[in-house]
């Protein structure tokens, strides 16, 4: 899951494409500089989706480098997920699969435009901090009910009832 290799201490990043094709967020191939906080969203939304849906959703961010991505990028991920079929199912829709609430989370994470993608719940992205109110994953219907790790806040994690994605 984590390649030590690709990994930078700095939030901003100039000049630098990072990570494996699948998991790199879009501005790293069309900004000069972009966060990498919100890139990390990027990449951890693939891999919730991977593991859901038993597949990678593109081959590639860079665009007109991969169809599946392209189709993503003009109508969104919720469309996507209305065409695009579980491939080791019965023929079944992701939009079917999906409960609504790991749609809304997975939707927030992979957006395209970095400004509208979600956070982790980092403190630097605080309304107090920006001025600016920004949805945190913690935020989603689907992550009710589970409390982020934090000795600051004294949280732990306690894992979801089994069932749907």
Request: proline residues 5%; glycine residues 8%.
């Amino acid at each position: 899951l984590i390649d030590f290799g690709m990994a930078t201490l700095s939030r901003s990043v100039a000049g630098e494409v990072r990570g494996k094709q699948s998991y790199q967020a879009p501005e790293m191939h069309t900004e000069p500089q972009y966060d990498a906080f919100l890139a990390d969203v990027f990449a951890v939304g693939v891999v919730v989706f991977s593991m859901a849906a038993q597949d990678y959703p593109w081959t590639c961010t860079k665009r007109n480098a991969c169809q599946l991505f392209e189709y993503v990028n003009m109508f969104g991920i919720r469309r996507f997920l209305e065409k695009r079929k579980l491939r080791k199912g019965n023929g079944e829709y992701l939009i079917d699969v999906f409960t609504p609430a790991f749609t809304e989370l997975v939707d927030y994470m992979l957006q395209v435009q970095h400004r509208q993608r979600c956070t982790l719940g980092e403190s630097c992205f605080a309304a107090e901090a920006t001025g600016i109110s920004r949805r945190s994953v913690w935020d989603c219907d689907w992550m009710q009910g589970v409390r982020p790790v934090s000795p600051a806040i004294g949280g732990t994690w306690r894992p979801r009832s089994p069932g749907r994605a």
